[in-house]
């Protein structure tokens, strides 16, 4: 009995790879596409969570710069409150000093014309103004005096006006004569007015000393007047035109005994 045996033939392979193809074809762009579908998902999602901490973020951002602008707020009212109670304090302090000086020049007064009733009706200089101001160099001050009658009318002041100046040193103090202070003005100045004079001069004092005290002796030239002197506290802070405060009121040798 005769066999036969069947060849394939080549267009019989062709036509079997093609289906073939066709479905692995298909299974890749459905990997890929799933792929890419997964990636935005993935993307999508990252990008949203983003999005909601970049918010996030920004809310924070705002909050904390209304938390700036309002603690700046709160520190430019607390310096503003600070340099008004600065200046309430120093007009308080400038006040206070004015009155003070105004009371004793009241108490001056009043010695002055406890003296007048004893005096025969015997006129007095007063210091009007006593004005210091700190120099170029350390230790150096510039002084500014103001004389006048006390009782109008009294006739002409002549005589000399003296300086002196209290002051601590080497743990001692001491009064000393512009005289004494190498680089100041003259101690003594020449006295002459019928209404009031201003004097002024230098005054430079030793390195180690520590001033207290202003004195003005009035020592006039003619009967009609008696003489006196004032002792001004010496202003403890460094600045222009300071105003000279009378320590008490007291004449004749009084002012400088407080001091020495």
Same mark, same amino acid.
């Given at each position: 009995?005769?066999? !036969? *045996?069947?060849?394939?033939?080549?267009?019989?392979?062709?036509?079997?790879?093609? @289906?073939?193809?066709?479905?692995?074809?298909?299974?890749?762009? $459905?990997?890929?596409?799933?792929?890419?579908?997964?990636? +935005?998902?993935?993307?999508? +999602? %990252?990008?949203?969570?983003?999005?909601?901490?970049?918010?996030?973020?920004?809310?924070?951002?705002?909050?904390?710069?209304?938390?700036?602008?309002?603690?700046?707020?709160?520190? $430019? =009212?607390?310096?503003?409150?600070? /340099?008004?109670?600065?200046?309430?304090?120093?007009?308080?302090?400038?006040? /206070?000093?004015?009155?003070?000086?105004?009371?004793?020049?009241?108490?001056?007064?009043?010695? +002055?014309?406890?003296?007048?009733?004893?005096? %025969?009706?015997?006129?007095?200089?007063?210091? &009007?103004?006593?004005?210091?101001? @700190?120099?170029?160099?350390?230790?150096? +001050?510039? !002084?500014?005096?103001?004389?006048?009658?006390?009782?109008?009318?009294?006739? =002409?002041?002549?005589?000399?006006? *003296?300086? &002196?100046?209290?002051?601590?040193?080497?743990? &001692?103090? $001491? $009064?000393?004569?512009? %005289?004494?202070?190498?680089?100041?003005?003259?101690?003594?100045?020449?006295? #002459?007015?019928?209404?009031?004079?201003?004097?002024?001069?230098?005054?430079?004092? @030793?390195?180690?000393?520590?001033?207290?005290?202003?004195?003005?002796?009035?020592?006039?030239?003619?009967?009609? /007047?008696?003489?006196?002197? #004032?002792?001004?506290?010496?202003?403890?802070?460094?600045?222009?035109?300071?105003?000279?405060?009378?320590?008490?009121?007291?004449?004749?040798?009084?002012?400088?005994?407080?001091?020495?």
């Amino acid at each position: 009995m005769a066999r !036969y *045996t069947h060849l394939d033939q080549p267009g019989d392979s062709v036509r079997r790879r093609g @289906p073939f193809r066709f479905w692995v074809t298909i299974g890749w762009l $459905v990997v890929i596409g799933a792929a890419f579908g997964g990636g +935005y998902t993935v993307a999508r +999602y %990252d990008a949203g969570m983003a999005l909601t901490r970049i918010q996030v973020l920004q809310n924070e951002v705002a909050s904390l710069s209304e938390d700036l602008a309002a603690t700046k707020a709160a520190h $430019v =009212r607390l310096e503003r409150a600070h /340099l008004m109670d600065r200046e309430a304090k120093r007009v308080a302090q400038e006040q /206070l000093a004015e009155l003070q000086g105004e009371r004793l020049r009241l108490a001056k007064r009043v010695a +002055y014309f406890q003296r007048l009733l004893s005096a %025969d009706g015997a006129g007095v200089v007063e210091v &009007k103004e006593a004005v210091i101001s @700190p120099g170029e160099k350390p230790g150096s +001050y510039h !002084y500014r005096l103001t004389l006048s009658q006390l009782i109008p009318e009294i006739g =002409r002041s002549a005589g000399t006006v *003296t300086l &002196k100046v209290a002051m601590e040193q080497d743990g &001692k103090r $001491v $009064v000393r004569s512009l %005289d004494d202070l190498p680089g100041s003005s003259p101690a003594r100045q020449r006295m #002459d007015f019928e209404h009031f004079q201003t004097f002024d001069g230098d005054i430079v004092l @030793p390195a180690d000393a520590e001033p207290q005290h202003l004195i003005v002796d009035v020592n006039p030239s003619t009967s009609r /007047l008696v003489q006196s002197s #004032d002792a001004f506290i010496w202003p403890s802070a460094d600045g222009r035109d300071m105003p000279l405060i009378p320590d008490i009121p007291s004449t004749g040798r009084a002012a400088s005994a407080v001091v020495e």
